[in-house]
């Protein structure tokens, strides 16, 4: 098929790690990339078996220690959702067994190409593992395949009027075969919803979901699947929309799901979300305005959120990644939280993407390695089973067109610099 033509490829380069002044020297270490989703360019088309451009990556790796990356496989012009007409978005996935270093073909698990001869487009795909069943469950969103920024309010799935939907599914063999999708409905009238809104969208991440394991004894909250999200609220069914972060959660392994209120302000849009050793939620958000993230946190297991704490890292407005490498209460000999985004080229842009390390437990973030020296955008880190680190990004391809592929970087935690505190 068109789309697989050199998605396996894959190499084995040494990387020059850049690290910030005040750190430790640049290092030359073996790095592990390959890139599992190429994308091919070239005219419009609207066929099945063909895409443009693959896109906004989300990752997860299963409790086989398979590594499930997904991403949004699009036609036309490669545009976001509702932008580009005759052209349906399909959610797609790429399996690892060997730690990125080789991947499964291409599996379309949702196809825009509606029986009913409708196209739609799937979006933003966000995993999460729940670790004592080992099922895994995906979120993702379905937009109308053209149409307003905002969309109409309501949530029928074969409205002419072209709502926003959010679907899930889930697999219990470790990402090989999935569950027909199920509809998550989500509060949408403002007598509902606890901020009074009429919701336009509750769409999930993209990026990945966490389980919660260190909250209080009689919280409940322990084992509890958070999904990041973001509302688009209204205070009239079509008027002027805001955006903020909130989670979708489950408390009975997947059975069903609620949602956790929204962010208090200011209005931000793709998230993450990391658990602490204490059991607070923290949330990072990339900002609507601004050079710093949003971070809020939450105490009681991601339903309400303090107000904005801003990080004092710039970046320009991106989806970035943040996820737990390491926990000493957990065994691990240091608290380690990971976040990646594109650091920017001569001013804050898409470019140039780094690696920073907290090992405060978030409060700050520190020692950037920079993986590439170009375009760079989305990004998705998880630790693999191995204990090395798999991170993904939207990067260029071999002739320097941006968003030209999906690359995977797997590198071990030595790549980030010496661990504070630890001889």
């Known amino acids: 098929m068109p789309q697989t033509r050199g998605l396996a490829e894959r190499a084995i380069v040494l990387i020059a790690i850049a690290s910030c002044a005040s750190g430790p020297p640049a290092v030359e270490e073996a790095i592990s990339v390959s890139r599992?989703?190429?994308?091919?360019?070239?005219?419009?088309?609207?066929?099945?078996?063909?895409?443009?451009?693959?896109?906004?990556?989300?990752?997860?790796?299963?409790q086989d220690g398979s590594i499930l990356l997904f991403a949004e496989g699009r036609r036309g012009d490669g545009s976001d959702p509702r932008r580009d007409e005759n052209a349906p978005i399909d959610l797609v996935l790429r399996r690892s067994t060997d730690s990125g270093e080789t991947w499964e073909p291409l599996v379309v698990i949702e196809s825009g190409f509606r029986p009913n001869g409708v196209f739609v487009d799937f979006a933003d795909p966000t995993p999460v593992l729940d670790e004592s069943t080992g099922e895994v469950f995906l979120f993702y969103g379905q937009w109308p395949d053209v149409g307003p920024i905002t969309v109409s309010h309501g949530?029928?799935?074969?409205?002419?009027?072209?709502?926003?939907?959010?679907?899930?599914?889930?697999?219990?063999?470790?990402?090989?075969?999935w569950s027909d999708r199920r509809q998550v409905l989500y509060p949408d009238e403002p007598h509902d919803t606890a901020d009074g809104l009429y919701w336009r969208q509750a769409e999930p991440g993209p990026g990945s979901g966490i389980q919660l394991r260190w909250q209080g004894q009689d919280s409940g909250a322990n084992g509890r699947l958070l999904i990041p999200a973001k509302r688009s609220g209204s205070e009239t069914p079509d008027g002027p929309a805001s955006v903020r972060p909130f989670a979708y959660y489950s408390d009975d392994h997947g059975a069903s799901w609620q949602v956790g209120q929204v962010s208090p302000g200011p209005d931000a849009n793709e998230d993450e979300i990391v658990e602490l050793t204490d059991g607070t939620v923290l949330l990072d958000g990339r900002q609507n305005d601004g050079d710093y993230r949003r971070r809020h946190r939450s105490a009681d297991g991601g339903i309400t959120w303090s107000p904005d704490r801003p990080d004092s890292i710039p970046i320009t407005p991106v989806d970035a990644s943040m996820i737990r490498y390491s926990a000493s209460r957990a065994g691990d000999e240091r608290d380690i939280i990971l976040f990646s985004g594109p650091r920017g080229k001569d001013g804050l842009n898409r470019n140039n993407i780094t690696v920073w390390t907290s090992y405060d437990e978030g409060q700050s973030f520190s020692n950037p390695v920079t993986f590439n020296q170009g375009f760079a955008a989305y990004s998705v880190l998880q630790r693999l089973a191995d204990g090395t680190i798999g991170l993904a990004v939207e990067a260029s391809n071999e002739s320097g067109e941006n968003y030209g592929e999906v690359r995977f970087y797997r590198f071990g935690l030595a790549h980030l610099g010496p661990v504070q505190g630890i001889d």
Request: without cysteine; aromatic residues 10%.
């Open 155 to 177: 949530q029928d799935p074969d409205s002419a009027d072209g709502n926003q939907v959010v679907w899930v599914r889930s697999s219990t063999d470790h990402g090989r075969t």
């Open 36 to 62: 599992p989703f190429v994308s091919p360019k070239g005219e419009y088309v609207t066929e099945r078996d063909r895409y443009h451009t693959f896109r906004i990556p989300g990752m997860i790796v299963a």
